[in-house]
């Protein structure tokens, strides 16, 4: 027998048992949608629902029962969402809420017949017009001994919608404040009440017909489902959803009637040809800015691939080559002149078209991400662009050079957060770029890494031309340098073309030489800080300043004894220099007494 829905349920679902609701519930979905367009004798009806079954078998065996929160787009558990649906009026749920159903139970010792007809029971329902489906009546009738439902009092005698005879009989306000209702002749003739859910007195007091075994077993009311009464707020939602079902535009009607045919259709040029179909039907809905449309035959296609993958491979294929082919034919001029408009009234229903678009809608989500001022537009176009990059990132080297440079100074943040072994092939694209704007913005991203394949590509921007684009590379090299870093950085320094460059580029050069602890690098300051040197004393000297000037800003007790070994073997004017160092630097910390002394 059914067990009676009760609020006293204190143990709280743990994460094991969430996740395996959370699994049961995929499949009652997938196996619902199967059933719809397959017959029942298919191998895809049995399989889904065998799975189904299973899973569900597993669980009562473990648990006793399981308890299903019902909401207009959601599944609940434990008073969590389990699932919840995009499309409210095409999902599972949707078709017990909106006759009132607020919670579902399945009881151990559940039998596969039983469970199967309460598949077919939902499935035969769903065909049905909005005016003529009841799941409510259609449970009730059925009766089933391990499966129960909750439902509100207010939809058992009234539908919601256009209904002719609203009550069946009227009640006084002052009769019902008395705790019964006296009922005369005249008050639904011809019809015997008995046992009905809207009679009034104690509701627990008819135990053969409320009791367990009793047409209402399944649906005694708890605390919990009474206040769960709809507000008019809701109402007025469920209307609305209602309507919209019932003027579903004739696009929407093709598309579900093309989908339902492509379930069942084997022949695989067939399939194709019906797929052709749809693609015209999406330049169609772009035109009249019906992205909804668009995105219900998204979300079908989807689905559809979801149930072929590993039964046909071939027609999964035949999807996979339909999709390239939209994608390829979209109008990005089109779309985006849409958004500058204003006119998109379902964002979501855009976004996920962009998302399907892929590569392609990258100029138009950059676009936003620079243009908009709305946070949760911002926030939702950064995430599908991210996405986007990261799942194209070994092709959209091929894409970059056609994007314009406002696009390509967006991407590259996003580009270089990745990490460095992904986008190696795009950094040395963009390293090549000419634009000083991108980069700059590449090095910038690039000052983000710690070392490695980054260092390496900020060496390619220090022979650059522009004096800025080489002091921003130097000032973005990064902690700790591998090898062939300090050796070119080494070479670079001691070339004579270097003596020409900004004194503020020279210092940043040697401040991250002197970061490295290199004593190659030391040896090098130090021949440097000497009388004689590799050049002229007076184009030295700029050198040497620099590298006075590094070492203050490093810091570091060799860079202390450098200084001191300056002050004393250099000539006049850097050993002044040299003592001015020691002396910020002593004001800073304690130096050693020697070398307060003057002894290194």
């Known amino acids: 027998m059914a067990k009676n829905f009760s609020s006293d349920r204190i143990q709280k679902a743990t994460q094991r048992e969430f996740k395996e609701v959370q699994k049961i519930v995929k499949s009652f979905d997938k196996t619902f949608h199967v059933m719809k367009v397959y017959p029942a004798d298919s191998p895809a009806v049995i399989n889904t629902t065998e799975v189904l079954f299973l899973e569900m078998h597993r669980f009562l065996d473990a648990y006793d029962s399981l308890f299903l929160g019902v909401d207009n787009s959601a599944f609940l558990f434990e ?26 139970s399945f009881d151990k010792g559940l039998e596969q017949d039983e469970f199967t007809d309460f598949m077919w029971t939902l499935k035969i329902n769903a065909d049905l017009p909005i005016e003529e489906c009841d799941i409510v009546t259609a449970l009730w009738e059925k009766n089933f001994p391990h499966i129960g439902y909750f439902a509100l009092d207010n939809f058992l005698d009234t539908d919601i919608g256009d209904i002719e005879d609203k009550s069946v009989f009227e009640v006084e306000k002052e009769e019902l404040s008395k705790g019964s209702v006296h009922l005369d002749d005249d008050d639904n003739p011809g019809q015997d009440i008995s046992g009905s859910r809207g009679q009034g007195g104690d509701f627990e007091a008819d135990k053969t017909t409320r009791g367990e075994g009793g047409p209402y077993s399944s649906i005694l009311p708890t605390k919990e489902a009474v206040s769960a009464a709809l507000s008019e707020a809701e109402e007025e939602k469920l209307q609305k959803q209602i309507n919209d ?26 399939f194709s040809a019906l797929l052709n179909v749809l693609e015209k039907c999406i330049p169609e809905a772009v035109q009249e800015k019906d992205y909804e449309e668009i995105s219900l035959l998204l979300h079908r296609l989807k689905e559809l691939q979801n149930i072929l993958t590993g039964h046909n491979d071939e027609k999964v294929l035949i999807i996979e ?21 204003g006119k998109i009234e379902n964002m979501d229903a855009f976004f996920d078209y962009l998302k399907f678009l892929g590569q392609r809608s990258l100029p138009l989500l950059c676009k936003i991400l620079d243009e908009s001022e709305d946070s949760p537009i911002r ?18 080297s091929a894409f970059l050079p056609k994007y314009n440079n406002d696009v390509i100074k967006t991407l590259i943040p996003i580009i270089v957060s990745i990490g460095e072994k992904g986008i190696i092939p795009l950094l040395a694209i963009l ?3 000419k634009n000083p704007d991108i980069k700059i913005v590449l090095i910038h991203a690039l000052g983000t890494f710690e070392y490695g394949y980054a260092n390496r590509t900020l060496l390619k921007f220090l022979h650059d031309k522009d004096p800025e684009i080489r002091l921003q590379a130097a000032k973005n090299l990064n902690l700790p340098a591998d090898k062939p870093v300090i050796e070119a950085l080494v070479d670079l320094v001691q070339k004579k073309r270097f003596k020409k460059r900004q004194d503020k580029e020279m210092t940043e050069i040697f401040k991250f030489l002197a970061g ?7 040896e090098l300051f130090r021949s440097f800080l000497q009388k004689t040197s590799l050049f002229g004393k007076r184009k ?17 007790q060799k860079a202390v004894e450098l200084l001191l070994e300056g002050k004393i073997k250099s000539h006049k004017m850097i050993s002044r220099a040299c003592e ?15 070398f307060q002394k003057g002894k290194p």
């Open 379 to 396: 926030h939702r176009t950064f995430g599908i662009t991210d996405a986007i990059v990261r799942t194209n990132i070994n092709e959209l």
């Open 540 to 556: 030295q000297d700029k050198v040497r300043l620099a590298v006075i000037q590094a070492l203050e800003l490093n810091g570091s």
């Open 321 to 341: 080559r339909f999709k390239d082919k939209v994608r390829n034919k979209a109008s990005i001029k089109t779309i985006t002149d849409h958004y500058q408009e």
């Open 79 to 104: 008073e969590k969402v389990v699932e919840r649906y995009e499309n409210e009026t095409k999902c599972l749920p949707f078709l017990f809420f909106k006759d009132g159903v607020r919670q579902l």
């Open 431 to 433: 390293s090549e770029s």
């Open 245 to 270: 079902i019932r003027n579903a535009s004739s696009l929407n009607e093709l598309i579900v009637l093309i989908f339902e045919i492509l379930y069942l259709e084997d022949r695989h040029f067939q």
């Open 516 to 522: 490295t602890d290199n004593e190659e690098v030391f």
């Open 580 to 594: 001015q160092s020691l002396q910020k630097l002593s004001d800073k910390k304690e130096l050693p007494k020697d």
